[in-house]
């Protein structure tokens, strides 16, 4: 791993440069001791009360003209929230951007990209598989008015045209882990906006605005949140682009609330040590499968990460049955292990030809390391991997009351 990330690399901005360790539990709570709070606040307002129409008026005009973060009280929750808002400052900062908007999950913050765009005339996205299996459904099924050009990173430049929006990757890719050259790929998209989706990296393990990416894209429902319990999604970018983001967010609604803003922004403050901890543990597990008889082929990304993808000789179904401590469920990126096959699950909705050309193989199955003991997840995976088909008998679910 490249120790030299840890130095936060800010651009031109004055801002001292700070850790991003320290960036994760300081950031969006700058005024906190001002205030004389620790803990930042809560803010669940739909609405708040103003006695002066007329500048309430200037600052809706200000926002319709603009999209900028409104001056004091947000007038609505659907234009703008102060604890969420904390949450966009803090992931900015370790993204290292001018802004970031925050959304009700990672498909919203896609949908408002594609919104904004094609808002614009630029209904044409290019594209590299494999992507999240609802992106790729999303794009293929043009069910946003745009129309998706597939290609590999070599045929980008090529794949662009006048009405080109947007260059789509995500880089290590969900479930693959196939890595792509951001700083090549940014050059080759020349003034197309390149989206990278950094979900499975996060900004511990690589910052692609750095590398030219002038869209950062999460599923905060995953290693952001951290702890399985919110759903959310972000678009970190330069103030020009976020500026028509929180126009589309504001006119079609899909707004993150408070309470995973919160959340989110809590579990931002421990993303560093989760990251390095559950990633140390999957570069363990990865060494242990390369050499397993068992195992017919281990994704693992040069940039490391807590993702391991593996293909079995045997039936990647009963090892699904088989796990015992880990748990089989689709998402990521929780503190405790999951464990899922992307042809089944979260890649169902994409052709069987079009997850075959993204490399997606029927016997892929798909792990998210966790925080637990090493030895404890090795024993449940070795022990799975030998299941039978008798393992887990089936049981007839219970009736619903
Ligand atoms: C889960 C995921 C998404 C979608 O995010 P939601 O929060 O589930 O809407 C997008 N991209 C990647 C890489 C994901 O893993």
């Excluded at 983001?245 to 309470?259: E, I, K, S």
Aim: contains cysteine; proline residues 6%; aromatic residues 4%.
């Amino acid at each position: 791993m490249d120790t030299s990330m840890d130095a936060f690399a800010s651009d031109a901005s004055a801002a001292p440069t700070r850790a991003l360790a320290t960036e994760a539990v300081h950031a969006g709570r700058d005024d906190l001791a001002e205030l004389g709070l620790h803990a930042p606040p809560l803010d669940l307002s739909t609405t708040y009360p103003s006695y002066d129409t007329r500048a309430e008026a200037a600052r809706i005009d200000e926002f319709a003209a603009t999209g900028a973060r409104p001056d004091g009280p947000p007038v609505y929750a659907r234009l703008d929230n102060p604890t969420t808002g904390r949450f966009e400052t803090a992931l900015a900062r370790l993204e290292g951007t001018d802004s970031a908007v925050a959304f009700a999950s990672g498909m919203a913050a896609l949908s408002a990209v594609l919104l904004s765009r094609a808002s614009l005339g630029l209904r044409h996205v290019v594209a590299v598989r494999p992507l999240y299996g609802c992106s790729d459904h999303l794009l293929n099924a043009g069910l946003l008015g745009t129309e998706v050009t597939w290609t590999d990173p070599a045929g980008v430049a090529d794949a662009i045209r006048p009405d080109t929006g947007l260059v789509m990757v995500e880089t290590p890719a969900n479930p693959t882990l196939a890595e792509v050259d951001v700083r090549a790929l940014a050059h080759a998209c020349g003034s197309v906006p390149l989206l990278v989706d950094n979900t499975f990296a996060t900004p511990v393990l690589q910052r692609p605005a750095e590398l030219g990416a002038r869209i950062v894209l999460h599923s905060a429902t995953k290693y952001l949140g951290g702890h399985g319990d919110v759903m959310g999604g972000v678009v970190a970018c330069d103030e020009e682009f976020a500026r028509g983001l929180r126009q589309v967010r504001f006119a079609t609604g899909g707004v993150l609330h408070p309470l995973a803003g919160y959340l989110l922004l809590r579990g931002l403050s421990t993303l560093p040590v989760r990251v390095r901890a559950a990633s140390a543990t999957a570069a363990e597990l990865v060494r242990r499968l390369t050499v397993d008889p068992r195992i017919a082929r281990v994704h693992y990304p040069r940039i490391g990460g807590a993702m391991v993808a593996f293909e079995v000789y045997g039936d990647p179904h009963d090892v699904i049955a088989g796990v015992r401590l880990i748990t089989p469920a689709v998402s990521l990126g929780s503190v405790d292990t999951l464990i899922q096959h992307p042809a089944s699950i979260s890649h169902r909705i994409v052709d069987a030809s079009d997850r075959r050309s993204g490399g997606i193989s029927d016997r892929l199955l798909r792990m998210s390391v966790g925080l637990e003991d090493v030895e404890d997840l090795w024993r449940d995976l070795t022990q799975a991997l030998s299941a039978g088909p008798v393992q887990a008998p089936r049981r007839e679910p219970a009736a619903r009351a």
